[in-house]
């Protein structure tokens, strides 16, 4: 069976600065895969060319071993890749339902928004992901950083994300969202659900990861199981650039 | 939906769901009206004066509410009053010379008021268009685009017209100019009549709809608190219009034109404006668009995350194209309005009118920094910048001074809309 994600040799250079150089990474169904590297190491850069936000200069994606043509955020969600931003990516003079269904909004016979019936898929989704979500009718500038960020994870699991690019989900929250957050990878894991998990924590890649990339200035330094590895090991990837002598996968 | 904690004590604006940055605006509205009519001895709040405001207003608010877009996506359009000019030169010259001199349609014809507005929209939905797609996709500032159009559009008209003023207009044309085209007492009341009908409609759907979802409603008193105040406010405003008779003298000479002799003691009102009831569907299509459509929830999307707005799938160079082009096409429609109230097309047609649109929006409260507008803040923020001129004008205040004030005032406003947004925790 081929892999559910295949990144082939992707190069993106910005100026003469090479961003991404020569990476390859790969993800399969019902696996998280922790990208781990510097700021600056490219890791934000690689999986904005799977989301279509970039456009790599070259290299080849493969989705369920079909290459995939990805040129704009459009195409990455025809293949049911969604993506969690860092920055959140979310419109803040909108609601919440507004913001779930941006780009794909519910409309009625008429061609019009279907407000009543997006606002009730909103209420629905949200009660299953975070059940303390009251403020419907706020704009999401007044929501606290964990409520935002429900928002955002909403959105890529309402859609049916079968590929889930997760860049940074934890690092505006607190213990407790943090801890739901985790809660909810775990769970959309066991859905069958490819995960590409972006994070400085190593205690988070370890802990919820199956595998991870590391990159270091654009270049991939290695993929390795987490299990075979140390936190050390992955340190050293990270600080160093060295795989470790055990490596695997 | 269950609640599980009382419900805390509402205000009664609270209770109405009343937007409080209107109803700030309202009030000010109202005492500006007040105080003119008072400093005027009561020649401020006639139906002559209400009348001859209102379609003094109708140009300028029918491009406000284009630029709540343009503003609302973080853009700007300085180009309107050049592109208004050259929307009418276009549709003077089709109406007095290409139509009559090209293609043999003789003038006053019924076919030359439509074709020619046909004209005179394509060109300003062009216009637009083209400066929309320097701006989306070439990403020049539109600040550059529009202020380069400012000078483009207005020596364009200038060329096309030999600076001439031409006219007089079609007669079927000058209908949307105002005293020219308004509809009489009868058909007026029919009007708001139906008016009336729609808006208890919509209030009644828009209840049906929330509750068929579950979702809190306001109580039923309020609902009809609100009907009545939409009600009241409409039928007060077509008595108003209804009020103002046609002077003696100008229906004796209809009555001549047509070789009949007016009755001893007839009189006929005006009635609504044709142009007003242009604007009040321009008014309902755009606030349609703004709330209803994916057109409109991109629009304001784009104005409060861009980045978040292209991810989301959303092509904001189209869209840009998009809003430029609508901007163009109510300029081109303001066009028809400005003309026909002047009977002719003139060199200086709508000098200074993006200053004033631009202002109209902004004391509406249309964020500079994107993401937020109302297109009713828009068409009240209009509606002041008029009333504080003419208001002016009728107490004698001199024009340069007039002038000062309106400058003063839409610097104060936007003062008065950050101190109000800083106090709601809106983001600026």
């Known amino acids: 069976m081929s892999a559910l994600v295949e ?12 961003a991404v150089d020569d990476v390859s990474v790969d993800l399969n169904a019902g696996e998280v895969v922790g990208l781990l590297g510097h700021n600056g190491a490219g890791k934000s850069t690689l999986i904005k060319v799977l989301s ?15 290459k995939a043509e990805i040129t704009n955020p459009r195409d ?45 898929e909103a209420r629905k ?64 894991k066991s859905e069958g659900i490819g995960i590409f998990l972006i994070s400085h924590d190593i205690h988070d890649v370890m802990t919820l990861c199956d595998r991870a990339s590391v990159m270091k200035n654009g270049k991939l330094v290695g993929s390795v199981n987490v299990a075979d590895v140390t936190d050390d090991d992955l340190l050293g990837m990270i600080i160093l650039g060295k795989k470790p002598a055990s490596s695997a996968a | 939906m269950k609640n599980t904690s009382p419900a805390p004590r509402k205000s009664l604006v609270q209770t109405l769901e009343l937007d409080t940055r209107l109803l700030g605006m309202l009030g000010a509205f109202i005492l500006l009206s007040l105080g003119f009519d008072l400093l005027t001895d009561g020649r401020f709040l006639t139906p002559r004066n209400v009348f001859n405001l209102t379609i003094q207003t109708v140009s300028v608010a029918i491009m406000a509410t284009g630029m709540v877009f343009v503003i609302v996506t ?23 010379q290409i139509l009559p001199d090209l293609l043999g349609i003789p003038l006053g014809s019924p076919w030359i008021a439509p074709l020619a507005i046909v004209a005179g929209l394509a060109a300003g939905t062009l216009i637009g268009a083209f400066q929309g797609y320097l701006i989306g996709y070439l990403t020049i500032p539109a600040f550059i685009v529009t202020l380069g159009g400012l000078l483009v559009w207005r020596n364009t008209a200038w ?14 044309f000058q209908m949307f100019g105002g005293t020219n085209g308004t509809l ?19 209030l009644w759907s828009a209840r049906r709809n929330k509750m068929a979802h579950g979702f809190d409603v306001k109580p039923l008193w309020a609902e009809l608190a609100m009907a009545g105040i939409l009600s ?80 989301s799938g959303i092509n904001t160079r189209m869209l840009t194209v998009k809003v430029f082009a609508l901007m163009g096409a109510l300029a081109a429609l303001s066009a028809v309005v400005a003309s026909a109230r002047l009977t002719n097309h003139s060199n200086d047609i709508g000098v200074l009118d993006e200053l004033r649109v631009i202002a109209a929006a902004v004391i509406g409260g249309t964020a500079l920094s994107g993401g937020i507008g109302t297109i009713r803040g828009a068409i009240l923020g209009a509606l002041i910048m008029q009333s504080l001129q003419s208001g002016m004008a009728m107490v004698g205040v001199d024009a340069p001074l007039q002038n000062i004030v309106v400058g003063a005032v839409l610097v104060l406003a936007v003062w008065v809309d950050i101190l109000y947004r800083k106090r709601t925790g809106e983001r600026l």
């Open chain 1, 7 to 18: 990144m082939r040799n992707i190069s993106l250079a910005f100026g003469g600065v090479k």
């Open chain 1, 52 to 66: 279509g936000a970039y456009q790599a200069d070259s290299g080849e994606i493969y989705i369920n071993g079909e």
């Open chain 1, 76 to 120: 990455a969600r025809a293949y049911n890749i969604e993506t969690i931003y860092q920055t959140l990516a979310l419109a803040d003079n909108l609601d919440t339902a507004s913001n779930l269904f941006l780009g794909r909004e519910l409309t009625t016979a008429t061609g019009l928004l279907d407000e009543g019936a997006m606002e009730a």
């Open chain 1, 125 to 188: 989704i949200m009660a299953r992901l975070n059940p303390n979500f009251e403020k419907f009718a706020a704009p999401v500038s007044a929501l606290s950083g964990g409520q935002r960020q429900s928002v955002a994870i909403a959105r890529a699991v309402y859609f049916n994300a079968r590929i889930l690019i997760m860049d940074e989900p934890t690092a505006a929250l607190g213990p407790q969202e943090t801890q739901m957050v985790a809660e909810l990878i775990t769970q959309l």
């Open chain 2, 74 to 96: 973080r853009n700007i359009d300085l180009s309107v009053g050049s592109l208004l000019a050259t929307a009418s030169a276009v549709m003077a010259m089709t109406q007095t």
């Open chain 2, 159 to 172: 060329y096309m017209t030999n600076g001439q003023t031409i006219g007089p207009l079609d007669a079927t």
């Open chain 2, 184 to 202: 009489g007492a009868f058909w007026s009341w029919v009007l708001a009549a139906l008016a009336v009908v729609g808006v208890l409609v919509a």
């Open chain 2, 232 to 311: 009241g406010a409409i039928l007060g405003f077509v008595a108003t219009l209804n009020a103002y008779q046609i002077p003696t003298r100008r229906l004796a000479r209809l009555f001549e034109a047509r070789g009949e002799v007016m009755p001893e003691g007839y009189s006929e009102a005006y009635g609504l404006p044709i142009s007003v009831i242009v604007l009040i569907l321009v008014a309902i299509a755009m606030t349609l668009i703004a709330q209803r459509t994916r057109f409109g929830r991109y629009v304001f999307a784009m104005g409060g995350n861009p980045d978040a707005a292209e991810l």
